[in-house]
């Protein structure tokens, strides 16, 4: 442990970044000036955190993903291996288009599957789940299950990540947790 975090001797961290105690950052990896990384982070292998970009506390960043300017993420968020987020909506390599990047925020809780495609300026609503493979095109609300290309939603989880099924009176339990949850106009609340 350095400076109370653990930085492996191939990563690069430059000056300037700030990282909170108990975060590991693995082989080959790259931390940019002027990020913030929260408590207990875990960075995989062959990942760059960009500068400006925001980690909550808890994120577990598997191994090939590039965090973006732009790019936030909450508290608990999961990273899978290989997904990419974009930040430009029309790249072009003869067209410079720093400062011109559009933002996505990623909620508590989320999990993002291993090579999906986040398409910038789309957020991800707390504890959605992004499939594997998916390609996000639109804003997901929170606790939606999105898979496919382009991502359709095809139904609901709980926060532990398990598939939801509503009665007819809109409630359903988390078969783990007994946590109960409210569908209400195309909507999902926790209510206990």
């Known amino acids: 442990m350095e400076n109370n975090y653990f930085v492996h001797e191939t990563a690069v961290v430059d000056e300037g970044a700030q990282i909170a105690e108990g975060v590991k950052i693995w082989h080959f990896s790259h931390i940019m000036s002027n990020c913030t990384i929260g408590e207990k982070c875990n960075i ?15 994120v577990k960043i598997q191994n ?5 300017e732009g790019v936030t993420c ?4 999961f990273l899978g291996p290989s997904m990419v ?4 909506t029309n790249p072009r390599s003869a067209v410079n288009r720093r400062g011109q990047y559009a933002r996505t925020h990623v909620g ?18 707390p504890y959605a789940f992004v ?31 398990h598939r939801l099924n509503f009665n007819e009176n809109g409630f359903a339990t988390c078969p783990e947790t007994a946590q109960k949850y409210k569908l209400e106009n195309n909507t999902v609340k926790r209510v206990s």
Do not use: M, R
Not at 74 to 77: G, L, M, Q, T
Not at 85 to 88: D, E, G, L, R
Not at 140 to 159: C, H, R, T
């Open 131 to 161: 499939g594997a493979g998916a390609v996000v095109t639109k804003t997901l609300p929170a606790y939606s299950l999105v898979v496919g290309n382009p991502a359709k939603q095809i139904g609901w989880v709980s926060e532990y990540g």
């Open 108 to 125: 508590k809780g989320a999990s993002i599957g291993a090579n999906a495609t986040i398409v910038c300026g789309h957020d991800i609503g």
């Open 74 to 77: 909450d508290d608990d968020v």
């Open 44 to 58: 995989g292998q062959n990942v760059v955190v960009s500068p400006g970009v925001v980690l909550g506390k808890n």
């Open 85 to 88: 987020f974009t930040n430009v």
């Open 64 to 68: 090939n993903v590039s965090i973006y």
